[in-house]
Every structure is written in structure tokens, then in C-alpha cells.
């Protein structure tokens, strides 16, 4: 497994760094709208069969790296992985969504639930970390990831997706110390997950919020932002494995100053927030990675242009940018207009950064 990387232009980005073209990954980016993406779930059988299978999460996760000149490769499997290994039935019902046999609804539920072992109970996704790592020969960098706390138990409180999240919610409202010891056994276990990545070939870390726009700012910053701070806090990084990390909130445009302080390297923005506001009131300290709207694709590759003209024009010059969707690929898109999209990013960022020396000094 290479150490060095042929396209280090997202890690320099996240540090803040001189760059020659703004980097470009794609939430979801290997994902239904490819149709090879499709053929090799078909062969796995399942969702599940796929994401837990190294050999086809390492297929899919370089689809995408095969069809388009991006900057990262990003591990393929799911948030739920954890719930699920903490024995909770995870099962994807053809257009119903995530559900869970055995959802978390009391106090002796929670106390029933264990950390996993990541190199035991999880140990497919870390033997895919391995294997992609081994197979990308040092292209480019491989982000791996978990999903939030809060989103996770939302998800395990809930029963699968839900519309009002009256049952989490209640919970918060009703117990919020049952509400704080699930946080606290889901939050050790997404340290643990997420050190084991590392361990196994991570280069960046991301961790999806992807519910917590859906709280009060009150129960955001006590529910979410608190224990998003403690897994910055507990990550195994080293002035020699100096693994950068991205926190997104989706829906949290309001929090971004509280995000930046957590520690974290970079903060993901989705389309709700202006781009140009944001790096106002955080740029100088972290990254941000943003934030297209993903309809746009849904536009003619022309279009999608002056997208991604705009999007840079409101970031600007200088150093600290991750072009990004400000959420993932929708399934029905058109993999030409993703080319699109990628092309111009590269393109048209050029300008931008032919003084990024200067800025970032």
C-alpha cells in the first residue's frame, strides 16, 4: 500500500494550501446513476450483499475514477453500518428505504447495545479500506466515513426514515438522558469505526449530519455539535498521519461558526447557504467544501457550467475550497452531465488560484 499519492490537490486544499485547480469529489459519486454501479448490485444480489462484500465495495467505490478525472475516491458503504453491527437488523426495502428489525425505543434497549469491534463485527468494511487503497496504487485519496450520532440514532430510534421523527424527537424531549447515553455508546462506537479506517488506509475522514438540521439550535449544539467536537477530539491523528477531517450538517447553515470550532479541517456547506457569506464567517479558520445544488445536473451540460462558474465565482481566489454538491448525486442523473460538471470545475478554476501562493501565505 503507497504512502504517495499522484493527485494530492483535496489534501493540500484541506489544509488550506496553494492548489493549481480546485479540487472536485461528489457526495455519492459512485452511486445508481451509474449504470455499472447497477450491474454489480444486480450480481451482489442485495444492497447489503454489496456494501458487505470488499471485492465489490472496492469495484464500486473506482467506478466513478474509471469515467471521470475526480480528486478523491470515496469508500463505498453505508452510515448504518454501526447500527447494524450493534444487532439491530438493518435491511434496504426496494423504495422504502433503510429499516431495522429491532429499534432502540428504551432505556434497557440502549443498555443492551455494544460497541462493535471495527476489525471484528465490521471488519468487510475494513478489509475494503485495504483493498481500495491497494487497488488505487496511489492515485488519488481515498476518504472513508461514518455518519453523526445523532443521525445514526435517529435512524435506530425511528426504525428507519422518517417523515416527522416523532419518536427521536420525543425521546429528546421526553428522556434527553436516555437521549445522552445513546449518543454516548454510538459516539465511542463511531470514534472506534473510524480510528480503525485510519488504521486500514484512510487519508480523509468525512462524517455525515445528515438529520441535524432538523433540531432547534439549542438541541443541535447539545445533541449533535457536542458529540461531533468529541469525535474530532478522539481521532487518532498524528503530525505524521495528520488525517483531515470533514464535518457536514446538512441543513445547518445557521451553525457554521460552531461547526469551525469543533476542530475539524473543513466544513461541508449544502446549497441553502450562500458560499461567498460562508467563507466569510469561516473560511480564514477551516476549508469548505460545497455547494452545488445536485438538481442542477438535471441541466443541460451548458448549464451545468455556468453552475459551476457561479459556484467558484462565489468562493473566489485563494486557497481552501472542495468543490462538492451540497448533498449527493441523485440516482436519475445523466453520467454525461456529471462529466460536465467535473471538466468545468477543473476548467474554470484555473484562474483562481494563480495567485493562491500569495493567499495562502
Known amino acids: 500500500m503507497t504512502n504517495l499519492l ?11 494550501q496553494p492548489v493549481d485547480v480546485t479540487p472536485v469529489w461528489l457526495m455519492r459519486q459512485a452511486g445508481r446513476y451509474l449504470p455499472e454501479y447497477r450491474a454489480a448490485r444486480a450480481r451482489a444480489g442485495s444492497f447489503m450483499r ?17 469515467r471521470f478525472p475526480l480528486d ?16 439491530l437488523g438493518l435491511s434496504f426495502s426496494e423504495g422504502e428505504g433503510p429499516q431495522f428489525a429491532r429499534p432502540v425505543r428504551s432505556m434497557a434497549d440502549i443498555a443492551r447495545l455494544a460497541i462493535p469491534d471495527p476489525e471484528i463485527e465490521l471488519r468487510y ?11 488505487l496504487h496511489g492515485q488519488v485519496p481515498l476518504i472513508g466515513f461514518a455518519g453523526s450520532p445523532w443521525t445514526l440514532a435517529t435512524y435506530m430510534v425511528e426504525g428507519g426514515s422518517s ?4 419518536r427521536i424527537k420525543g425521546l429528546l424531549y421526553d428522556q434527553p438522558l436516555a437521549l445522552h447515553r445513546l449518543l454516548e455508546v454510538v459516539t465511542a462506537a463511531v470514534i472506534a469505526y473510524l480510528n480503525a479506517q485510519i488504521a486500514a488506509g484512510a487519508q480523509i475522514l468525512m462524517v455525515f449530519d445528515t438529520w441535524g438540521g432538523i433540531l432547534t439550535p439549542r438541541a443541535y449544539r447539545e445533541f449533535s455539535l457536542a458529540y461531533l467536537a468529541q469525535i474530532v477530539a478522539g481521532l487518532h491523528r498524528t503530525a505524521a498521519q495528520p488525517v483531515p477531517v470533514i464535518l457536514f450538517t446538512k441543513g445547518g447553515g445557521a451553525w457554521l461558526e460552531d461547526i469551525a470550532a469543533t476542530g475539524c479541517d473543513a466544513v461541508g456547506i449544502d446549497w441553502t447557504v450562500d458560499l461567498s457569506a460562508a467563507r466569510r464567517r469561516i473560511g480564514d479558520r477551516v476549508a469548505l467544501q460545497g455547494n452545488l445544488d445536485p438538481a442542477a445536473l438535471y441541466a443541460e451540460p451548458e448549464r451545468i457550467r455556468v453552475q459551476v462558474a457561479q459556484t467558484l465565482a462565489d468562493f473566489g481566489p485563494g486557497v481552501g475550497h472542495i468543490f462538492n454538491l451540497g448533498h449527493g448525486i441523485q440516482p436519475g442523473v445523466d453520467p454525461d452531465r456529471v462529466r460536465a460538471l467535473v471538466d468545468a470545475v477543473h476548467e474554470l478554476s484555473k484562474p483562481y488560484h494563480v495567485n493562491s501562493a500569495d493567499a495562502g501565505s
Open 6 to 16: 499522484h493527485n494530492d490537490c483535496l489534501l493540500r486544499a484541506l489544509r488550506r
Open 50 to 66: 454489496l456494501c458487505q462484500t470488499p471485492e465489490l465495495a472496492c469495484e464500486v467505490t473506482l467506478q466513478p475514477l474509471a
Open 72 to 87: 478523491a475516491a470515496i469508500l463505498f458503504s453505508d452510515i448504518l453500518t454501526i447500527p447494524d453491527a450493534m444487532g
Open 125 to 135: 468494511v475494513m478489509d475494503a479500506v485495504r483493498l481500495i487503497r491497494q487497488e
Open 163 to 166: 417523515k416527522d421523527y416523532a
